[in-house]
């Protein structure tokens, strides 16, 4: 997707972008101060909506907090999700502080230490077993609070899914037990105090292939259909995972939602609901949810032409939003979308370097842009910036000031 086309969802005023209806100079005379994380929720409602539209009714919706753990984000998802994915203690005391019920939370990743689990297990949430010391874990919180711990299996398949820009599942993984340990522990833990519900299965993160995700749901139901024989009560807890993926680069087309939900509708109309009566599926999202309804503004602070090429110097950097600078996993750099925010109307000139205020060539978040001749004080705006950014940076790294976080 070419950078105009992230505008239009946003829409624009006075030639300027708009976040929630406003101009984003006015918006940024509101935070006070560069750079900032603005957060459209106009835009997060309209993807929720879409996804309930499209999805089948009996698909409950789980939000993967890790993706943007702000409070008010987190507040205003949990009247309109069905569930919360949490993967700390610290996200868990985010989602029980908002309006979301307690069994409603899942907590997910490896390495739950026993303080963490006897939290969970208190709380009342389902803690999603990544190994057999996490269930030991359980079962000491369970009987030391004398409370029975509601209980998921994280699997780790035996099918590794193509096309996830991040694989966590298949193969050796740290992440769950492997499918194949599963029954035996499950004869193992029968009768040790937990209440064992169901399953977890997450392949991987960021798939922009409709055919492949939906290969993943397939396989993740027949192994689950396995498993669930030897559950000693029916399954009431069917967790497909998720991984849908944004378009963060102009090679990247956004992802087939309706082919997704098309097949998904023929699996729970079918073996889902033949097979597992009593479990409503899960779909549980992060990035799809939160990336695209976020902008990371930044303020050109120097324009300087060094050898015939121009660098805009930003306020901010790779330490807000590293993800943009290409140092958050990926293979190969390329630039996220990004326009001048108090300009996109303007022709755009060739070939000009953006470039945060860190000292190290990494802090690069436009690679020879076309963008209109911007000045010192314009407003540089880099798109898909709702998800992994903020919390998923070194804000530490250099000890410029945090970034102002708005949810318009
Ligand atoms: C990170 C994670 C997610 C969210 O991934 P996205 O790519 O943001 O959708 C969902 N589930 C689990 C278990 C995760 O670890």
Known sequence: ?????????????????????????????????????????????????KL?????????????????????????????????????????????DSTIRPDRVSFAGPGKVPAEIRQAVAAGIIVEAESKTELDRLVAAGEDLGVTPTVAIRVNPDFAVKGSGMRMGGGPQQFGIDSEAVPDLLGEYASAGLDIIGFHVFAGSQNLNAGLISEAQRRTVDLVSVLADRLPAPLRYLNLGGGFGIPYTDRDQPLDLDGVAADLHDLVDGPIASRFPDASPVIELGRYIVGECGIYVTRVVDRKVSRGKTYLVVDGGMHHQLAASGNFGQA???????????????VSEHGVNVVGCLCTPLDLLGDDVELPPAEIDDLIVIFQAGAYGLTASPTAFLGHPAPAEVLV
Do not use: C, W
């Open 332 to 346: 190969i750099r390329r630039n996220y979308p990004l326009v001048v925010g108090n300009r996109v109307e303007e």
């Open 52 to 96: 309930r539209a499209v999805l089948p009714a009996r698909v409950e919706l789980s939000f993967a907090m890790k993706a943007n753990p702000m409070p008010a984000i987190v507040q205003h998802l949990a009247q309109r999700v069905d569930r919360i994915d949490v993967a700390s203690s610290l996200e868990m005391q985010a989602a029980l």
């Open 1 to 49: 997707m070419k950078p105009e086309e992230h505008i239009a969802p946003f829409g624009t005023i006075d030639g300027e972008l708009a976040v929630g209806g406003m101009p984003l100079s006015r918006l940024a005379a509101r935070v006070g101060s560069t750079p900032f994380f603005a957060y459209d929720r106009g835009l997060l409602d309209a993807r929720i909506e």
